[in-house]
């Protein structure tokens, strides 16, 4: 759109009209498709330069991204506007009351900007005198005042759209059952809101009320549907999708079939109708469309001569021919997806009246069918779309099909078609979207697709087709916009190099299909190019050097190949088009080295950068602060280094940062404590140092994954880390830590009741994984690592027992607490840990006997708790008999026994599993007595013969020990002699 927008004559520019006369810019049409991925405008607010087109009369910027901003308060200034649309552009806030200003204003949409859009009084609308529509579906009114005064105070209102507004009987107020007539109103929407009880009396003064919608209505509606035919007899459309009601409300005797001769569309969807077809309904002689969608019907449905539109979707139907396929000639639309039908869609039976003639032009019966695809839909002459996806079909594409001369729509895609592509596929002229991908096609790709002029879209990915691909299959479809060729393994690109195809593609998918002659050099004629994806295509070599001049493209993956070089040459071209809804740029698993270009600092719009798994060298450049749409960042296996830029922090949309497997050096920056979103954190296998920051526990309580594996940390396992309660994997393995393991870690809530992540995250990038030690090797989970509950602490310096509380964390599948310095026993508790799949407590010091509750572990699968110093009979049972045959499980335990390990126990050992708490009591109060003697009989001994072989080999001590001793006796022997003497006299 924007892409035509060069030179000073705007009046020629796509989107604008001019006055003939003055040259003033009179209309502005920048519609997008937001958010549908191809052609919408994005940025973060509508530039203030459209207050100086004072003339302007109409401008629609409706399906755009203005990324949550306010609808601008100049827009009031446009006096002369009589038509705005600003639907389905991503506004937020207060609907600014300027816009009452616009008194020549007839059509007003501010819808669908997801309630994200607020009024809080709708008095500023007053002022729209010449108002005849206001659209105002999925704008928030639960808080605002005056909004029912609107169809008073409005008296041109023709068309008022209320739709998924948070509205309620408060604030119908006091016009919930006004008599004044509103003779102007034609078109009401009060769908999905939180209405309740009788309907507002207010419907019968709207005369010449002609669509009405209470879809969503509470269910007392059900008992007031006769009435509210009656109220109304000028209806011509009514959509009552979700309300309650049951066949018992559409037989009611107080029905007037007067009344409903007039409608002519009618919704009936999402109620539960049930059984046979309402028979009420064949009296409805002017009606055109009909939605029964899921209603559960099951019987099969009556001809009406009259109908054009059918929409039957989700409901019971036991077989095709219940829906009339066959029988309903005048029948433009048929829509009957989501039913599984029990038998096969077969040709009309011959006793069937069939049609001398179809009028059918949209057939829709995805997830519906099984079978054959028959050859008599090429009976269905008027054709325009056909769309059989998503079913279980088989056999080939009959030939019959490629009949439908007026076909524009195809749809083929997600069966089990087999066999070629039609070669007659390139008579279908009229043919604009062909979807065959999902399939078992195989064989080549006809020629005479390149005969189809008017194909847009072209989608054959996911089958088994083969072969090489020339310039002849894109000869004349001029109009080309969507190419998916992906995941034909056996199919080649052979263009040449100097090929100029004849259209301008806007998405390309080539990945995991052969590109021969190198990078693709015709895309360089490609300037429209929105989303390239070339995975896994055999490229190699370094990036053209006219690709640097490309125009951005917001989707390339051009990962799992062998490119090489620099990123110097990466698309950096402005690009003043549209965007793409997700801006990702996947380079990962290539050859790429040098340093990360500051080139790329200026994507801004990314959301997704993957560089993983390549070469690169050098720091990363602090700019990188400046994609602050990033979401995901991996940048793991490379070679760079320095320390990790505090800029980082400023990208705080972050949700999952990948450093792992690089030389990083430094300290963790505390500026990252300010990526409260942040989800994933891997900083591992690199040479990261100092303590584990208390600010990750404490800032950082969005994290799911937290990794930092084999580093250099060192202290203690911060206890604020219990804090990160969604935390469902925690590695800090190959560390320098000590200390004890947190009693608190039995607050890690995530592995204990799990959680649901934010699955959307992953749309961006297939190659988002997690590597983990599970089962004693290095396993990468890829789409399943959301499943995966893992601790690993092995290979620290820990002390202490481990805590019980660990055993509270029954999510998890893989805990290691390997090559530690753990004692104590094993907690009892462990039995608890149902889920879990690997336990390592190998080379540590931990001592007692092996829990019998270990046997409870139903999942275990892998085990080791060899050396230790454990002690008793190995428990055997469940579980733990399948790991009999590997006794290095326990190895280096010399006080074990029992198989799997070839010494046996003892007789005096318990031999049962389930050794009492009393016996092995007992056995260790023998253990000590036999210990005490132990230690009597050793001090003894030492204490002898040290003073015994001292004085055997030193004679000079053993005659001063025995002189010694002899005087020792001699005074002893004089003082006993005296002291008896002395005792004697005393008794003389």
């Excluded at 409706?62 to 009031?76: A, M, V």
């Excluded at 018992?248 to 009936?268: A, F, G, K, M, V």
Aim: hydrophobic share 40%.
């Amino acid at each position: 759109m924007m892409s035509s927008w060069v030179g000073n004559e705007c009046c020629l520019w796509e989107g604008i009209q001019c006055d003939g006369v003055t040259g003033n810019v009179q209309r502005l049409h920048l519609k997008g498709d937001w958010p549908y991925p191809y052609n919408h405008l994005a940025g973060n607010k509508v530039s203030s330069s459209l207050a100086e087109l004072r003339h302007l009369k109409y401008l629609d910027l409706s399906g755009n991204n203005f990324h949550g901003s306010r609808i601008p308060e100049f827009i009031g200034s446009l006096k002369h506007l009589s038509y705005l649309n600003l639907s389905d552009a991503n506004f937020d806030g207060i609907i600014p009351p300027h816009i009452g200003n616009l008194s020549n204003l007839r059509v007003l949409d501010l819808s669908s900007n997801y309630n994200e859009l607020k009024a809080d009084d709708m008095a500023w609308a007053f002022g729209l005198s010449s108002l005849e529509l206001l659209y105002l579906s999925a704008v928030d009114l639960s808080g605002a005042q005056n909004w029912d005064m609107m169809l008073h105070m409005i008296p041109s209102l023709k068309e008022l759209s209320l739709s998924h507004c948070r509205l309620s009987n408060v604030n119908l107020g006091p016009f919930l059952n006004s008599s004044r007539i509103l003779p102007n109103i034609k078109h009401l929407d009060l769908g999905y809101n939180s209405f309740k009880g009788p309907l507002p009396g207010l419907l019968q003064n709207m005369t010449s009320l002609t669509f009405l919608s209470l879809s969503g209505f509470n269910h007392s509606l059900a008992w007031n549907f006769p009435n509210l035919l009656s109220m109304i007899p000028s209806l011509s459309e009514l959509h009552l999708s979700g309300c309650g009601l049951d066949k018992t409300h559409l037989s009611s005797p107080h029905l007037n079939y007067s009344t409903l001769s007039n409608i002519q569309h009618l919704d009936l969807s999402n109620n539960p109708l049930g059984g046979i077809f309402p028979s009420v309904l064949t009296n409805m002689s002017s009606l055109e469309v009909l939605d029964l969608s899921y209603t559960m019907l099951n019987s099969s449905l009556p001809i009406m001569p009259k109908l054009l539109e059918l929409h039957l979707s989700g409901n019971k139907f036991k077989q095709i021919e219940d829906v009339g396929i066959w029988r309903q000639c005048h029948l433009k639309q048929l829509r009957v997806t989501n039913n599984v039908f029990r038998m096969e869609m077969t040709d009309p039976p011959t006793n069937a009246s069939e049609c001398s003639q179809y009028s059918l032009e949209l057939l829709e019966l995805s997830r519906s069918l099984k079978g054959r695809i028959p050859e008599t839909l090429g009976g269905l002459a008027n054709l325009r779309d056909l769309d059989l996806s998503q079913n279980g079909l088989t056999g080939s594409i009959p030939e019959s099909v490629t009949g439908l001369r007026f076909l524009q729509v195809l749809d083929l895609s997600e069966n089990q078609l087999t066999g070629p592509i039609p070669e007659s596929l390139g008579k279908l002229a009229a043919l604009t979207k062909l979807y065959l991908h999902s399939n078992l096609l195989d064989g080549t790709i006809p020629v005479s697709i390149g005969q189809l002029a008017k194909l847009r879209t072209l989608f054959i990915s996911n089958n088994s087709l083969e072969g090489a691909v020339s310039e002849a299959h894109f000869a004349n479809p001029s109009m080309l916009k969507k190419l998916d060729a992906s995941s034909n393994s056996k199919l080649t690109f052979n263009v040449s190099r100097g090929w100029i195809p004849p259209f301008q593609l806007i998405s390309l998918s080539l990945s995991s299909c052969n590109i021969g002659n190198g990078f693709p050099q015709w895309l360089r004629h490609q300037r429209k190019l929105k989303s390239l994806e070339l995975s896994n295509a055999t490229l190699s070599g370094p990036l053209p050097t006219w690709l640097r001049k490309m125009p951005i493209i917001s989707w390339l993956d051009l990962s799992h190949n062998k490119l090489s070089g620099s990123l110097k040459n990466l698309p950096n071209a402005k690009n003043d088009d549209v965007y793409w809804y997700l801006p990702v740029l996947l380079l990962e698993y290539n050859l790429f080295s040098g340093s990360i270009p500051r080139s790329l600092c200026r994507r801004t719009d990314l959301e997704g950068l993957d560089l993983s798994r390549n070469m690169l060298s050098g720091k990363i450049p602090n700019c990188m602060g400046n994609l602050q749409g990033l979401v995901i960042m991996s940048i793991s296996s490379n070679q760079l280094s320095g320390a990790i830029p505090s800029s980082i922090a400023l990208i705080s949309s972050l949700f999952w940062l990948n450093l792992n497997k690089n030389n990083f050096t430094g300290e963790v920056p505390p500026e990252l404590g300010n990526l409260q979103g942040l989800g994933v954190l891997d900083l591992g296998d690199n040479k990261l140092y100092g303590n584990i920051p208390n600010w990750i526990g404490k800032k950082l309580t969005s994290l799911v994954v937290l990794s930092l594996h084999k580093n250099n940390f060192t202290g203690r396992i911060p206890p604020s880390l219990c804090k990160s309660s969604n935390l469902q994997i925690l590695d800090l393995s190959y560390n320098n830590l000590t200390g004890t393991i947190p009693r608190c870690v039995g607050n890690l809530n995530g592995m204990v009741v799990g959680h649901l992540m934010n699955l959307d995250y992953t749309l961006i990038d297939d190659d988002m994984n997690v590597i983990q030690v599970m089962k004693g090797v290095d396993l990468e989970y890829t789409t399943t690592w959301r499943m995966v509950y893992n601790m690993d602490l092995s290979s620290n310096k820990l002390e202490g027992e481990i805590p019980v509380e660990l055993t509270t964390l029954s999510m998890l599948v893989g805990l290691n607490l390997s090559n530690n310095h753990l004692r104590g026993g094993i907690p009892e508790s462990i039995g608890k840990m149902k889920k879990l799949e690997t336990l390592d407590f190998s080379k540590n010091k931990l001592s007692g006997s092996i829990p019998p509750s270990m046997a409870a572990l139903t999942f275990l699968s892998h085990l080791n708790l060899s050396h230790n110093n454990l002690s008793g009979q190995i428990p055997t049972g469940n579980q733990l008999q399948t790991l009999i045959d590997d006794p290095s499980i326990y190895a280096g335990n010399k006080h074990l026994c029992g198989p799997p390990l070839p010494n046996t126990c003892s007789n005096h050992q318990d031999s049962t599993t389930t050794t009492s708490k009393k016996k092995h009591k007992a056995a260790d109060e023998k253990m000590e007595v036999w210990l005490f003697y132990v230690d009597i009989m050793s001090g003894f001994g030492t204490g002898f013969w040290g003073v015994i072989g001292v004085l055997m080999f030193k004679k000079q001590w053993r005659h001063k020990l025995f002189m010694f001793a002899e005087e020792t006796m001699d005074k002893i022997y004089v003082a006993v002699v005296v002291r008896v003497a002395k005792f004697k006299r005393g008794r003389e």
